[in-house]
């Protein structure tokens, strides 16, 4: 089921990058390159860093050792489990929003041509 997920996610980000690189080429505005940045290439890196985080989660709660940061906070007692969870939740949206909002301010706007003569 997660594999069905992972290619679904892959096709639906592919589908995104191609078109913003057809509207880039369409009207030059190099904001649809930067809109890559939080919708295609964060998601993208994001999904590796998704299934080392299950890898650590899934060793902490059978108990195991986990000698990688942030686990170490987890096993140190300084967060739990559910609080690091959310920390790397919400940086991970944090992110996003900043390059989504550098990248909505790169986007021109359209200028009205006066075709009236």
């Known amino acids: 089921m997660i594999g069905?997920?992972?290619?679904?996610?892959?096709?639906?980000?592919s589908a995104v990058a191609v078109l913003l690189l057809w509207k880039y080429r369409i009207?030059?505005?190099?904001?649809?390159?930067?809109?890559?940045?939080p919708l295609v290439l964060l998601p993208v890196v994001a999904l590796p860093l998704a299934f080392w985080l299950q890898n650590g989660v899934d060793r902490?709660?059978?108990?195991?050792?986990?000698?990688?940061?942030?686990?170490?906070?987890?096993?140190?007692?300084?967060?739990?489990?559910?609080?690091?969870?959310?920390?790397?939740?919400?940086?991970?949206?944090?992110?996003?929003?900043?390059?989504?909002?550098?990248?909505?301010v790169a986007i021109a706007p359209h200028r009205v041509r006066d075709v009236s003569g």
């Open 4 to 13: 069905l997920l992972g290619a679904t996610t892959l096709l639906l980000y």
């Open 27 to 37: 009207g030059r505005d190099p904001g649809f390159l930067w809109l890559g940045l």
């Open 60 to 104: 902490l709660a059978d108990g195991g050792q986990v000698s990688k940061f942030p686990f170490t906070l987890v096993e140190q007692g300084r967060l739990t489990l559910g609080s690091l969870l959310t920390l790397l939740n919400v940086l991970q949206h944090v992110v996003w929003g900043v390059l989504s909002l550098v990248a909505i």
